[in-house]
């Protein structure tokens, strides 16, 4: 089949060629193989304009102008890279009326083009984000429910005073939390031939486990396996082991669950106030307590 010759068309047909061809492999997914042979163009013109379209966007497809590299010419200014930093650090995507979850370079890409009318080329969008110093990362969970002035509050202050009160008294500081295990729990990926899916062997019958445990700055760990709920009258037992395991104070240092603020609870640390004494974290922040390790070892080992 003969290639066409883009010098025979006119100026506005070859932008037209040019788009159309950048727009089946990077919209939508041909090879260029297969689109080169769709729309009659030589695999090496169309490679051309591919990379230009990578370095400069749609304008790079401008008949007599080749793909514009970042270094040579920024397509955006440095105010707009900073109105585009700000909002990436300050906000989500939803915030912007966008139809996207996370900061990926589809988004900043829409961002872009909302914000400033221009459209680039994601690889363009990925080197704009590394001159920002920004990497993909796991986005770390908080509850909406969390005041951020109470944990501001605890790690500045209520934290340190524990740490000086633990340091007088020669008492140990604890971290502790329960967790759950069951044999019905999601299992990871594995390799397997293409079509063939692997199959997991379950017991039918759901089965639970449940662990309490507290770790020491220092690593030391005491934990406690049950299979019931967590009652006060549970929780109150392994408070009992603790004590006798430590022959110093023990500062435990819990999260809001209401067995750890019950009337049995608070009536036998009333009572063994000399031994040990329960503190609280801020509402809705496991990410304060370390404990929370100790858990996710055990989940993904179990």
């Known amino acids: 089949m003969k290639k066409k010759d883009a010098r025979s068309l006119s100026s506005e047909q070859q932008k037209l060629l040019r788009i159309k061809s950048v727009d089946m492999v990077f919209k939508y997914g041909y090879t260029q193989r297969a689109s080169a042979k769709a729309l009659e163009v030589s695999r090496t013109n169309l490679n051309r ?3 230009a379209f990578e370095e400069g966007g749609y304008e790079a497809l401008e ?26 650090k300050d906000k989500t995507p939803d915030q912007e009326k966008m139809p996207f979850v996370l900061w990926e370079r589809v988004a900043v890409r829409e961002l872009i ?21 920004m990497t993909p990362q796991r986005p770390i969970e908080r509850a909406r429910e969390q005041n951020s002035k109470a944990v501001k509050k605890w790690l500045k202050e209520t934290y340190p005073e524990i740490k000086t009160r633990a340091k007088k008294e020669g008492a140990v500081i604890l971290w502790g939390d329960e967790t759950g295990v069951q044999n019905n729990s999601n299992v990871g990926r594995s390799f397997a031939p293409k079509g063939q899916t692997p199959v997991i062997k379950k017991q039918g019958k759901r089965l639970r486990m449940n662990m309490i445990s507290a770790v020491s700055n220092k ?14 009258q549970v929780f109150l037992v392994f408070l009992r082991r603790i004590v006798k395991t430590f022959d110093q104070k023990v500062f435990l240092i819990v999260d809001n669950l209401s067995v750890h603020h019950g009337k049995l609870v608070k009536k036998w640390a009333e009572d063994n106030s000399k031994e040990i004494e329960l503190l609280f974290l801020p509402s809705y922040s496991p990410e304060l307590n370390p404990d929370e390790y100790l858990n996710r070892d055990l989940k993904k080992n179990v």
Do not use: D
Request: glycine share 10%.
């Open 63 to 88: 008949l007599g102008k080749r793909g514009r590299r970042l270094n040579e010419k920024r397509l955006l200014k440095p105010h707009q890279c900073a109105t585009l930093v700000n909002i990436i």
């Open 113 to 133: 083009k909302q914000k400033f009318g221009i459209t680039v080329a994601l690889r363009t969008v990925g080197e704009y984000l590394k001159r920002w110093g």
């Open 49 to 51: 304009w591919c990379k």
């Open 219 to 232: 690593g030391h760990v005491r934990f406690m396996v049950y299979s019931s709920k967590m009652t006060q």
